[in-house]
Structure formats: C-alpha cells, structure tokens
C-alpha cells in the first residue's frame, strides 16, 4: 500500500453523489473530474481503506483517502544524472542512452531521481520523484519527473491529450529531403511523425546519412524507429529495426530526445526544455563525410575535426 496524501471524511447530511464527482471537489491534488477518474482508475482513491470505482456512491462518515502507489525512497540509485530543470514540483532530467526509465531492474531512472533531485515540501508530495512517461533504453534524451501527486495527474493528462511537444534528432541511413509526415499504424493504433532533414552527408559505409528532426504526434511503442525503418530510412545503430550488417557496435541508437514543452502543473506557463545533439551525431557524421570525401579525391581546406 503506499503512502497517503491527504484524507477526508464525508460530512454528515451529503447527499449521494459519485465518488470521481465528488473527490476533485474536495482535494485540490485531484482539481477536475478527470483527474480524479484517472486517480481512480489507478486505485489511488481509497474509501475506508479499500480501492473504489468511478460508480461508487459516497455517503456521511466515509474515509476517502488519496495514496501514492510509488517507489520507496529507500531504494536509491547512486548514479549523476544531468538536471535540466527543478523546482517544488517538477523536474526535467537527462536520460543517458542504456539506461531503462523504469521497470523491475534496480539500476532505473526512476531509482536515480531522487540521488539527483530533492524532495518536495508540498502536501501532497510523493515519497520520491517518477518519471511520468518513458523512453526506450537506448534512446537518450529529456524526461520529466513529477514530485507531487497533482503534478504527475496534470502532467500525465496532457500526455494523455497529446498536450506535450517533444522533438528528436536522429542519424538515420539514406538520403531524406525536405519534411513531411508519415502515417502509419503500429500494433494496429494509429500513429503519426512528423520530420524534417536537418543535415545530409555522404558515407561510404552507407551512401547517405541525414541528420532529422522528428516530432510524434502519437505515442506508440517504438514509433520512430518502426516508423523510419519502414520508411526505408533506418536509425543508423538500430538493432531492432536497422539494416543488417549495417548495426554499429558499441555505438548504439542515434536517437535522442532534445526538446520538450509542455504546460506547468502548478505554474501554468509553457516550460520549453531543450538539450544539445549527443555529441557522437556530428563526430559519426563528419568522419563519414571525411572519409566519402578522400575516397573521391576531395580535399577541404581547413584541418580535420
């Protein structure tokens, strides 16, 4: 069971109303009807200690209680992480490319956060910070973590609403021009990229490499990386999705989360976060290009990088 939040009992002479009706009323952690379904449906609402559905029907002397359902600060992950952003609520954090968000294993993001973040003074703060969406493993990039329960309800709304912007860049395999849009079910739900090339180089290893931008407008498992593969543009260093006999080794994805916006829980304004490619992008690039470059007997002026 986790932690509880904040407790109310119903006051004598209420008349029958429902439960998800009823709580966004009386705690300000859960502010709309939707969140207090949300906080519902994940079994943090209890009434007299036992989880209740969005149909229950208070009535006087119930003991409606909000828990958060999250890790134990106790279990703590010694690793730096780069921080972007923090305050009493929420925080932005980088996500080293081989590190999993979160999941059954010990060395997580999740387990991470709160050597990297301090706690939250607030009520309803959670007992550590979560990471309130996820990327894959090998992917690096920007990830916010809530540290209070009506942040990671709001935040985890406006992912739910498709609310969140977020861009990639991305070294993929072949030559992409201009932006468009790719459409394409995966796991039979709709999904959507945008992109845009960014920078296009030739590669001897490759015939072309095009640095991309990529925005999703859907969050579907693996999105951009089945999406590109079936493009005909892998990510270069793919192992799932890339070309065989073409996966780098110990290279990994080049595949990384540089810009994220949103809307601030508490504050309201619109948080833009963004973060420099990983540096491996341009060195891959550049040396590609260098090499393209002597094969065909092309010199440029200036030393090597």
Not at 145 to 159: I, N
């Amino acid at each position: 069971m986790g932690s509880i939040v904040q407790r109310h009992t119903v006051p004598e002479h209420t008349g029958p109303v429902r439960l998800s009706d009823y709580v966004h009323n009386v705690f300000d952690v859960l502010p709309s009807r939707k969140s207090a379904r949300k906080a519902i449906e994940k079994r943090m609402v209890l009434v007299d200690g036992v989880p209740r559905g969005t149909g229950y029907f208070v009535k006087p002397g119930d003991l409606i209680e909000i828990i958060s359902n999250e890790i134990s600060p106790s279990r703590i992950y010694e690793r730096t992480l780069r921080v972007l952003y923090e305050d009493d609520s929420i925080a932005v954090v980088y996500k080293p490319p081989g590190l999993r968000t979160n999941g059954n294993q010990f060395k997580t993001l999740e387990h991470a956060l709160p050597y990297n973040l301090y706690l939250s003074g607030a009520i309803d703060a959670l007992p550590a910070p979560v990471p309130v969406h996820r990327l894959d493993s090998p992917t690096s990039g920007l990830v916010i973590a809530a540290k209070r329960l009506s942040s990671a309800v709001s935040l985890g709304l406006q992912f739910q609403g498709r609310e969140v912007l977020k861009r990639y860049r991305a070294v993929v395999i072949g030559a992409v021009e201009g932006n468009g849009v790719i459409h394409g079910d995966i796991d039979g739900r709709d999904a959507v990229t945008m992109y845009r090339a960014v920078r296009q180089v030739r590669s001897l290893r490759n015939s072309y490499l095009t640095l991309l931008d990529l925005w999703p407008r859907t969050g579907r498992q693996h999105q951009l990386r089945k999406h590109l593969s079936g493009e005909g543009y892998p990510i270069l260093g793919d192992p799932l999705y890339g070309t065989e006999g073409l996966v780098l080794k110990s290279k990994g994805v080049f595949l990384s989360a540089v810009e994220i916006s949103f809307r601030h829980p508490e504050k309201k304004w619109i948080l833009n976060v963004r973060v420099e490619d990983p540096e491996k992008f341009a060195t891959y690039m550049n040396r590609e290009e260098r090499r393209w470059n002597r094969n065909s007997g092309i010199v440029k002026n200036g030393p090597e990088e």
